[in-house]
């Protein structure tokens, strides 16, 4: 079996008005998102899909193309020999966290555009190596931080830069969705008629994981970089969130949207000091990442100079909660996922002539003492339109996500983990990308790889 696909030269992109040809890698919850995305694009064609879990290709290959009267896409298990059809352009990485960036480096070896989900990077090693890869291929690398192609998070940077909230001095993120226990089980297969424990607020259906569903499943190619270990229900879809080994909890995985926004709106891109406090509550189950966390990270002054510092603050909250001051305190039947009965989800940022409020699809600033509503925006935008552009103008920043920024943003979801992990004050040196005489928190910025799926040192 091959280690890696073979490397391709970056050929110039056909022309502006050629069709796109895309990949979907992982379809279980999001890759089918991104399947639809495509498929609403001009010129654009969804030509081949991968899985691990080949039991999801009949129902995907129905809903997606024959029942729309679309031509039958290609079928791999396997995704290194997806990358060595040369008739794909350009690859969606919709896999579990811990392949994000091995996936993607590989595709981005063998020639293909890539788009890859949030988080980018399972730990700050595999992010440095996929923006190495980004800029020496120079393909176009789109990170999922989808927010970035929304006027609404756009026009939102801009007022907060402006000037407009004055000195902007602290973010809040925060990511507060109604989660169940995800139950303990044993190792290997379900018996038929045994249920299965799942996250309250998941759309995701789960699957009875009995013998005969597992014959076409590859676990092993699931596990790809990680330890070798036998199937558990709770390492395998959608709950391998809340284990280390693959996922980075909820910070890592719906609150890297509102870290990034964080990010951006302060202005800032690696902290010096890091914190974090949290735990596991109320669940005696198989979850190992904590279900409340709050991170604070402190960043230089930057253009402002002198002693002045930026603060930024990000809490995970899995249970009964507050609207903590967002600006939309009712139900948003458009975005449930974020402002619900059950979820609250966006941000806060102070400045010096009052607060602004953040949610997905619009911002509000209150201004003085009294907290007169102010200043307003909004707007979706199209993040797989902005992916498409890019690749026809062969220009990254149409892409509107840069891979490089993405990191950042990435990283500091990792660095929170690993100062939560340690139970200590961490100090970071952005230039080096290390703690400050802490080998003990260095050797959390990468994992132990298993062959043949590590992360290559020269890409």
Partial sequence: MATAPTILANSNWK???DRVNVAVIGIRGMGQNHIMGYQQQKNVEVIALCDIDKNLFPSRVKKHFTDKGLREPEL??????????????????????????????WAIQAGKHVSVEKPCCHNIYEGQKLVEAAKKY????QDGAEQRSNPCAISMAEYLHSGKLGEVYMAKGMCYKWRDSIGKYPDGPMEPGEKFATTVG?????????????????????????????????RFHYNWHWN????????????????DIARWGLGVKLP?????????????????????????FEFPAGKAGGEKKKILQFEVRFWI?????????????????MTSSSNNIGN????????????????????????????????????????????????????????????????????GNIAYRLGRTLEFDPQTMKFKNDTEADSLLTREYRDPFRVPEKV
């Avoid at 000091?273 to 189950?285: E, P, Q, V, W």
């Avoid at 979706?380 to 993405?406: C, K, P, T, V, W």
């Fill in 15 to 17: 022309g502006a008005n």
């Fill in 76 to 105: 791999y298990q396997d995704l290194r020999k997806l990358f060595e059809n040369k008739d794909i352009d350009a690859v969606s990485v919709v896999t579990p966290n811990h392949w994000h960036a091995l996936a993607s480096i």
């Fill in 138 to 141: 120079k393909v176009i690398v």
């Fill in 202 to 234: 998941s759309t995701d259906y789960v699957e009875p994981y009995t013998r005969e569903y597992l014959k076409y499943v590859d676990y092993d190619l699931w596990l790809g970089p990680a330890h070798k270990q036998p199937f558990n229900r709770n």
């Fill in 244 to 259: 280390w080994e693959y996922g980075n909890g909820d910070m890592g995985n719906q609150g890297v949207h509102e870290m």
């Fill in 272 to 296: 010096l000091k890091i914190s974090a406090t949290g735990g596991h509550f109320m669940f005696d189950d198989a979850q190992n990442t904590p279900n409340q966390l709050l991170s604070i």
């Fill in 321 to 337: 909660t507050n609207q903590e001051g967002l600006s939309n305190p009712v139900e948003d039947k458009n975005n449930k996922y």
């Fill in 348 to 415: 806060l940022f102070y400045g010096s002539e009052g607060y602004m409020s953040k949610n997905l699809n619009d911002w509000q600033v209150y201004k003085g003492r009294d907290r007169k509503p102010a200043e307003t925006g909004g707007g979706l935008g199209d993040h797989y339109g902005n992916f498409i552009r890019a690749i026809r103008a062969n220009d990254q920043s149409l892409a509107m996500a840069n891979i490089e920024e993405g990191f950042y943003s990435c990283a500091l979801i990792h660095l």
